[in-house]
């Protein structure tokens, strides 16, 4: 993702949790990050139980935060009003009456729906890639500080975790849709070490995984059967040190030159259509190894059975 402006409206996040009641989904604000381990999933709607977020300390970038909701929250789209959602959304308070965060459900009366865009169990045919690396890469003190000049080459090499702290920019809200929709999940991490776990599945999903290492880069590319769902995939090429736990950026993103933008020359780089979160005239388009959707669904994904039901069929 680049640096333009690309906030229109209020971002918003989804983090999945697991307790001993079963699983608890929480909707955070853009920019609150939460920790979660994937673990079994459901299908059954009882499952879906409600649960907090805890508000962290304030401080300045929590200030910037609250003025980006209050000033976003009035270009919110008609789109994103709660009885539009496919799921039920539940607003969670502070003492102050400050909303803190969001509860995310299944609906009950939509169980039908949830069959004929997910799977009644967890699927052996189609996987997304969870974009762990893309994850690391916009940490605080990662690329994107480099990138606005707040540090030198020495933050162009970061820490990769395999917990999920997911964010606007990994496209956690179709890892939520996905994963509760029963489709299997993957990651970076997995496919570099053995790229050939690709030839498992079917179909592929590819998210936001902007920074991808090469050998990721040509399993997916030659892969038949892709789903691109996010723009800005496959931006930017990185090698991982496993020894370390650390990513490096190697090309790409305007880096190690100017001229540079996708770092593998990707004749299908698509990422004109990264900065359109509305979605308001999606569409896929065919690619020789599959198809690629034309905005960034991150809010869509939330609202649209056409969409859940295209990308399943």
Known sequence: MHLYPFITYIFVE?????????????????????SYTATTNTFTVNAITSGKYDV??????????????????????????????????IKQYDTNRNIKSYIVKLKPELTNIYKQ??????SQNVAFIYPLFTQ??????????????????????????????????????AAFVLKLLNYSQINDMEIDKDPGILKKYDKVIVLHNEYVTKKEFDAITHHPN????????LYAQVKADYNNGTITLIR??????????NGFSWQYDNSKYEYDNK??????????????????????ILTNQSLLYAIKN
């Not at 962290?56 to 008609?78: F, G, H, R, W, Y």
């Not at 865009?117 to 967890?122: D, E, M």
């Not at 979605?279 to 809010?299: A, D, E, R």
């Open 14 to 34: 989804i983090m999945l949790f697991h307790t001993n009641q079963g699983m608890v989904i929480i909707l955070v604000l853009f920019c609150f990050f939460v």
């Open 56 to 89: 962290p300390t304030k401080d300045q970038s929590e200030k910037n935060l609250t003025n980006e909701v209050n000033i976003e929250n009035e270009k919110k789209p008609k789109s994103m009003t709660g009885d539009k959602f496919l799921f039920d959304i």
């Open 117 to 122: 865009v997910g799977f009644s169990s967890k």
């Open 136 to 173: 690391a890469a916009y940490k605080q003190g990662g690329f994107y500080d480099y990138y606005k000049k707040i540090c030198g080459t020495d933050c162009l090499t970061v820490h990769i975790s395999t917990e999920i702290n997911g964010s606007y920019s990994s496209s956690i809200s």
């Open 226 to 233: 892709v789903v691109y769902l996010f723009p800005n995939a």
């Open 252 to 261: 790409g993103h305007e880096y190690p030159s100017q001229s540079i933008a």
């Open 279 to 300: 979605c308001v005239s999606w569409q896929f388009t065919k690619i020789p190894n599959g198809k690629m959707l034309n905005c960034y669904p991150s809010f869509k």
